[in-house]
């Protein structure tokens, strides 16, 4: 049954994971010259200066979320697919957080001047990855508690 809540959820996880490999994460202002930090890395003087593009779990989570769409009929499964996508977007939020602490003591600003909405979609998707899995769980509920009537 593809119409259920938890495939919408996981769908919006999809287009989080899909959405912040495109658009900007932070933007640091180096003097007059404004550069962005993306899923691709940061970018200074034409060097990527990050050691992790984040896009290397930013689409795995998005394929993950899409594999367990398809995976309806075996719910344990697919709950256990989306706990294995809890630990990558949590990772990948992680090290978006070990990327910001490098790129300003690259930059030798405090803070980023601005974030940008590929900040927020990982943690979107997180959210949403959680409704996913509690849809699951009262799906698995509810079939165990109408196989105790039979």
């Not at 994971?17 to 962005?36: C, P, V």
């Amino acid at each position: 049954m593809i119409q259920r809540i938890q495939t919408i959820y996981l769908v919006l996880v999809v287009v989080c994971m899909g959405l912040a490999n495109i658009f900007a994460i932070s933007y640091y202002e180096i003097g007059d010259t404004t550069y962005n930090y993306n899923a691709q890395g940061f970018m200074l003087n034409g060097e990527n200066q990050t050691y992790f593009p984040l896009m290397l779990l930013f689409i795995p989570g998005a394929l993950l979320a899409l594999i367990s769409i398809g995976l309806y009929k075996n719910r344990k499964l697919q709950l256990n697919l989306n706990k294995l996508n809890y630990l990558i977007i949590l990772v990948s939020i992680a090290l978006m957080f070990v990327d910001f602490n490098t790129i300003e003591g690259l930059t030798e600003s405090k803070k980023a001047s601005a974030y940008g909405a590929g900040f927020f979609l990982p943690l979107a998707a997180l959210v949403f990855n959680f409704l996913a899995n509690r849809g699951i769980k009262n799906d698995e509920k509810l079939i165990s508690s109408l196989d105790r009537l039979r």
